[in-house]
């Protein structure tokens, strides 16, 4: 089965080819990045707009890369929530129109169950079950994956979720957006020649007891440590951008391995931008290998927004049950709970 894929939930436009049989055959991607730059974060509006200029072009690339034409496609996949609601309502109708136009199947893909499948991507996948850190966006939550659509939520975000706490410490050092990456670059480009900094940040919910998080807190500190060192120099701006970095990655790295020992599984994958951290990849390799467990990252490309992903996902729910009264219509879910989903 061909499936056809599109990711617009936010601000990159993302489209692939999915080949049951053969895997991925090919995807594009285009980040709005450059262009909310300017405003310091995502313009919704903008983001809509820009996702209907790029996905049919990106949608002709994937196809010429892969050397197939739309009348080979045997389904369609699309990002139905959550998200910005305008945004999602571009490859949504698109892929909808596409379906109907050619006759084929559809499936809506909630936009983390694609986070979460993502390292099922790559040449060794791991197996079921196994638990899963969601580091992306606004969400960090730990689930139990028996299967697809078998989730059971373990641990969720109080307030801010890491990625929202990366982007606001990176703001209140005065570093540019998107914040996430820029405050991890600043950390890990003074950290051989720092050593140990004098700055201290708390760690919210490390002991709490339970797999919950909290980094409303974590910012909090960050703000008051950066108000009673102001003006910041680049040295001490790099030294807190260290300090938050180890603060976050300490709790996700603990917080996954008490997971894993209360679920006696012995497998985790990690998925979403976050997720993308250098340090958090080390800490939880070291962490994983101590207690003789296994844990799979997606391919950095596919930590961030794409389209493989949501082809991917929706190939798996397609090839298991096809919807033989399709309906075309559609709307968009800007919220919708992962533990909503069921088998399919």
Same mark, same amino acid.
């Given at each position: 089965?061909?499936?056809?894929?599109?990711?617009?939930?936010?601000?990159?436009?993302?489209?692939?080819?999915?080949?049951?049989? $053969? %895997?991925?055959?090919?995807?594009?991607?285009?980040?709005?990045?450059?262009?909310?730059?300017?405003?310091?974060?995502?313009?919704?509006?903008?983001?809509?707009?820009?996702?209907?200029?790029?996905?049919?072009?990106?949608?002709?690339?994937?196809?010429?890369?892969?050397?197939?034409?739309?009348?080979?496609?045997?389904?369609?996949?699309?990002?139905?929530?959550?998200?910005?609601?305008?945004?999602? /309502?571009?490859?949504?109708?698109?892929?909808?129109?596409?379906?109907?136009?050619?006759?084929?199947?559809?499936?809506?893909?909630?936009?983390?169950?694609?986070?979460?499948?993502?390292?099922?991507?790559?040449?060794? =996948?791991?197996?079921?079950?196994?638990?899963?850190?969601?580091?992306? %966006?606004?969400?960090?939550?730990?689930?139990?994956?028996?299967?697809?659509?078998?989730?059971?939520?373990?641990?969720?975000?109080?307030?801010?979720?890491?990625?929202?706490?990366?982007?606001?410490?990176?703001?209140?050092?005065?570093?540019?957006?998107?914040?996430?990456?820029? /405050?991890?670059?600043?950390?890990?480009?003074?950290?051989?020649?720092?050593?140990?900094?004098?700055?201290?940040?708390? $760690?919210?919910?490390?002991?709490?007891?339970?797999?919950?998080?909290?980094?409303?807190?974590?910012?909090?500190?960050?703000?008051?440590?950066?108000?009673?060192?102001?003006? /910041?120099?680049?040295?001490?701006?790099?030294?807190?951008?260290?300090?938050?970095?180890?603060?976050?990655?300490?709790?996700?790295?603990?917080?996954?391995?008490?997971?894993?020992?209360?679920?006696?599984?012995?497998?985790?994958?990690?998925?979403?931008?976050?997720?993308?951290?250098?340090?958090? $990849?080390?800490?939880?390799?070291?962490?994983?290998?101590?207690?003789?467990?296994?844990?799979?990252?997606? $391919?950095?490309?596919?930590?961030?927004?794409?389209?493989?992903?949501?082809?991917?996902?929706?190939?798996?729910?397609?090839?298991?049950?096809?919807?033989?009264?399709?309906?075309?219509?559609?709307?968009?879910?800007?919220?919708?709970?992962?533990?909503?989903?069921?088998? =399919?």
């Amino acid at each position: 089965m061909l499936v056809l894929g599109f990711e617009s939930s936010c601000d990159e436009t993302g489209v692939a080819l999915y080949d049951t049989e $053969r %895997g991925l055959l090919a995807h594009a991607l285009y980040s709005q990045v450059e262009m909310h730059a300017e405003y310091g974060g995502v313009v919704p509006e903008l983001a809509s707009r820009d996702h209907i200029r790029r996905a049919l072009p990106l949608t002709e690339i994937v196809l010429k890369n892969a050397d197939k034409t739309l009348k080979d496609i045997d389904g369609i996949a699309y990002t139905q929530g959550p998200g910005l609601a305008g945004a999602l /309502l571009v490859g949504t109708s698109i892929a909808q129109s596409l379906a109907f136009a050619l006759n084929v199947p559809s499936v809506a893909v909630h936009h983390l169950e694609g986070h979460l499948l993502a390292p099922l991507l790559e040449e060794n =996948p791991p197996e079921f079950p196994f638990v899963a850190l969601l580091v992306s %966006g606004g969400h960090s939550q730990l689930m139990c994956v028996e299967g697809i659509g078998e989730y059971t939520l373990l641990g969720d975000t109080l307030d801010d979720a890491a990625g929202e706490a990366f982007d606001k410490t990176a703001k209140l050092l005065g570093l540019g957006y998107p914040g996430g990456p820029a /405050l991890a670059k600043l950390a890990d480009s003074k950290h051989a020649e720092r050593g140990k900094t004098h700055f201290k940040l708390p $760690r919210p919910m490390l002991n709490s007891g339970d797999l919950n998080f909290s980094f409303s807190g974590l910012k909090t500190a960050v703000l008051t440590m950066v108000n009673n060192n102001s003006p /910041l120099t680049d040295d001490v701006r790099a030294d807190i951008a260290w300090e938050f970095q180890e603060a976050v990655t300490e709790i996700l790295t603990v917080k996954c391995m008490s997971a894993l020992r209360e679920t006696g599984l012995d497998n985790l994958i990690v998925s979403g931008g976050v997720g993308a951290n250098s340090r958090l $990849r080390t800490r939880l390799n070291a962490a994983t290998k101590r207690k003789m467990c296994k844990v799979s990252y997606p $391919r950095l490309e596919f930590c961030t927004d794409n389209g493989a992903m949501i082809a991917f996902a929706g190939a798996m729910r397609l090839r298991v049950k096809i919807n033989k009264n399709q309906d075309y219509s559609f709307g968009v879910k800007p919220r919708w709970d992962l533990a909503e989903l069921t088998k =399919p």
